[in-house]
Nanobody, 127 residues
């Protein structure tokens, strides 16, 4: 099982980026796929999550209305469209996955319940 994240970069405040996370070794239909982020000196926090089977989505309050998570099961890929970016969004962004039969959606934002992690992609928003 592997997760490959990409799409990070440097943007100005108000700009947009789209992150991608491509999974190999399993199919999205049976997994939840999520994005976390971690800034230097801070704990890893849940950003957004999508259920592979039915597309149910979850968002942190800090990104609601600005970020959109989506999936393409045919490509085994999850996307995070990030609009209206702010300097506080600067962090390393990591995709994570967990099998749906082991996953607790009420605690989607807890990093320790995820078994699989990508390598991370850096997002830097300049002021």
């Amino acid at each position: 099982v592997q997760l490959q994240a990409s799409g990070g970069g440097l943007v100005q405040t108000g700009g947009s980026l789209r992150l991608s996370c491509t999974a190999s070794g399993f199919t999205l239909d049976y997994y939840s796929m999520c994005w976390f982020r971690q800034a230097p000196g801070k704990e890893r926090e849940g950003v957004s999550c999508i259920v592979g089977s039915d597309g149910t989505t979850y968002y942190a309050e800090s990104v609601k209305g600005r970020f959109t998570i989506s999936r393409d099961n045919a490509k085994n890929t999850v996307y995070l469209q990030m609009n209206s970016l702010k300097p506080v969004d600067t962090a390393g962004y990591y995709c994570a996955a967990d099998q749906l039969d082991e996953w607790n959606g009420n605690m989607w934002y807890v990093p320790t319940q995820y078994n699989y992690w990508g390598q991370g992609t850096q997002v830097t928003v300049s002021s």
